[in-house]
């Protein structure tokens, strides 16, 4: 038994009190998931962000992120998951029956789409925070293109009871502070980099594209053919998250710290004021031209490309890098699932159920800190997986050491059975121990996984993914319409979609500057480093 697994079960013992199993139960989620609307012949929609959905800029679950035609459907945090579900389920039938013939895209890899210019960008209104979410939108689209903006996904968002991060420090010998809640979370997500090719692997289900999509791409990958147009990688996990994809090769010199909070800050707000050679032949506000928020590296901490993000909820006019300090880490923003295509609301309770294992096994793991040769390993082990995650003979590094992706999770589900039996206890149930030894399954069967289904009902059928992609969307839009509301009906989100349109409305009515100040301000002096204490609990 090595060191790491002899403390992991001292955690775990820990954890069997009674004080640890309550606040167990008071883990939260909540889902960001987006979907392009499409046109019933699978072309992306052209027309604006449906009047019914209610204003983009302030509806509190109905949004879009970078084209009028992604939308992004968002649940509060909940500590149970049959109630983000059902959350979701609202959403989702609300809008397929508010946006006439159109339809919810149902994989993250783009439809047809034969220019770029036929992807509009998000309008957000003509107050200054609006105009600033479009400058940043054009931006995006100067520096990378748009299709790539085009790509959907699913956020989870994962945080820790506050009663749970005062009896973990003192387990560790630790005051409870604010601040020493920030670093714990940050011990999970080094974990979380150096595990989270499994996510990919379990999860991915983007193992081909439309041809459409490589136009004017330089890659060297060897690309196979299917259907008319499509193109595929036998062995492909999450076309998404590869170098085709969600990804960015300016950034890719960045050496982001997840060591500690005050270094991972300061090497964001680097890469906001630091120029780019590559990006600065477009305007940034000379004469009122903006073709971009700046000529930096990335514009704003959004633009990071990771597939986690530590997060605090902002105020107004506050940036992310200054609501981290103020007021430390909130919760945890897991960026690397794919839309589940055989979910009609793009993932299901067995996911939530089995990232909650995830999570919590990657904090109760113990977790050194991450030198550079060890984020590039954990960069190449994703690389490898979302490229040829299937293929038997796929060898991945652990600490400099060689292994096969199934030895690593024989260990790795070794931790995540006994962090589903301590979560099965605290929540008097089943269903993590269940949710584990779904995904296990996979591991010694890879055509269990989306992308290896996904890809046999392709290849079975001499299919496109656009062909496959419209009729799901068709079976999910008649699904959707036999949903029952469960939290939010008709009624209660014609009226959010209101109150939205009233608080922009507001919000443009009290803009007092005009937009190059507001710019200037908003990107003013950060301030200190430190976050304050908020001493013992």
């Known amino acids: 038994m090595t060191a790491n697994s002899t403390r992991f079960e001292a955690r775990i013992e820990a954890l069997q009190s009674s004080e640890f199993l309550s606040s167990l139960k008071d883990i939260k989620r909540g889902v960001e998931r987006e979907a392009l609307r499409i046109n019933p012949n699978g072309t992306l929609a052209q ?7 209610g204003s983009a800029l302030t509806h509190e679950s109905i949004t879009t992120d970078f084209s009028e035609s992604l939308l992004e459907f968002i649940t509060p945090p909940e500590s149970s998951a049959a109630t983000t579900t059902a959350q979701l389920k609202d959403i989702h039938k609300y809008v397929i029956d508010n946006i006439g013939e159109e339809q919810i895209w149902p994989l993250s890899m783009p439809c047809f789409i034969d220019d770029e210019a ?3 960008i998000a309008y957000f209104g003509e107050s200054n925070v609006g105009k600033m979410k479009r400058v940043y939108r054009i931006g995006l689209k100067n520096r990378y293109g748009s299709m790539m903006q085009a790509i959907a996904g699913v956020h989870f968002n994962f945080s820790l009871p506050d009663s749970f991060w005062a009896q973990w420090a003192s387990l560790n010998g630790k005051a409870h502070s604010q601040e020493q809640t920030s670093a714990d979370y940050f011990g999970l997500i080094r974990n979380y980099r150096r595990f989270c090719w499994l996510i990919p692997f379990l999860y991915g289900a983007s193992p081909a594209l439309c041809g459409s999509f490589l136009k004017g791409k330089q890659h060297a ?15 492909a996990t999450s076309l998404r998250m590869s170098d085709l994809g969600y990804t960015s090769a300016e950034q890719s010199s960045l050496k982001i710290c997840y060591n500690e909070l005050d270094n991972y800050v300061h090497l964001l707000r680097s ?6 050679t590559r990006f600065s032949s477009f305007a940034a506000g000379e004469e009122g031209n903006y073709q971009q928020l700046s000529r930096n590296i990335i514009q704003i901490e959004n633009e990071l490309y990771s597939p986690i993000r530590p997060k605090q909820p902002t105020k ?3 940036k992310p890098t200054d609501a981290l300090v103020r007021r430390g880490i909130n919760y945890i923003e897991v960026r690397a699932l794919d839309v589940n295509p055989f979910s009609s609301i793009g993932i299901t309770q067995t996911q939530f159920d089995f990232l909650d294992v995830f999570l919590l096994s990657c904090l109760l793991i113990p977790s050194a800190e991450l030198d550079e040769a060890q984020l590039n390993e954990a960069k190449e082990n994703m690389n490898k997986v979302v490229l040829e995650g299937r293929n038997p003979e796929l060898m991945l590094s652990n600490n400099g050491a060689e292994i096969s992706l199934p030895q690593w999770c024989d260990t790795l589900f070794g931790y995540f059975k006994q962090a589903a039996t301590l979560l099965d206890k605290a ?4 269903r993590y121990s269940r949710a584990v030894a779904s995904e296990f399954e996979k591991v010694g069967n890879p055509d269990l996984t989306p992308s290896g289904q996904l890809l046999k009902m392709l290849l079975e ?3 496109d993914n656009g062909v496959l992609g419209l009729e799901l969307a068709q079976q999910y839009q008649q699904e959707m319409k036999h949903f029952s509301y469960t939290f939010t009906d008709e009624k209660g989100f014609a009226e959010q979609a209101e109150v939205s ?3 922009q409305k507001e919000i443009e009515a009290a803009d007092n500057k005009d937009f190059d100040t507001f710019i200037r301000d908003y990107f003013a002096e950060a301030p200190a480093k430190k976050m304050p204490d908020k001493g013992q609990a």
């Open 427 to 430: 929540n008097d149930t089943d």
């Open 316 to 318: 107004s006019m506050e």
């Open 461 to 463: 059928n001499d299919k």
């Open 118 to 120: 036929h992807i509009p």
């Open 47 to 53: 027309t604006p962000h449906p009047q019914p959905l």
């Open 271 to 276: 890469a906001m004021t630091t120029p780019s």
């Open 221 to 235: 990958l060897p690309f196979e053919k299917v259907g008319k147009g499509t193109v595929y990688m036998p062995y």
């Open 501 to 503: 349109f009233k608080a």
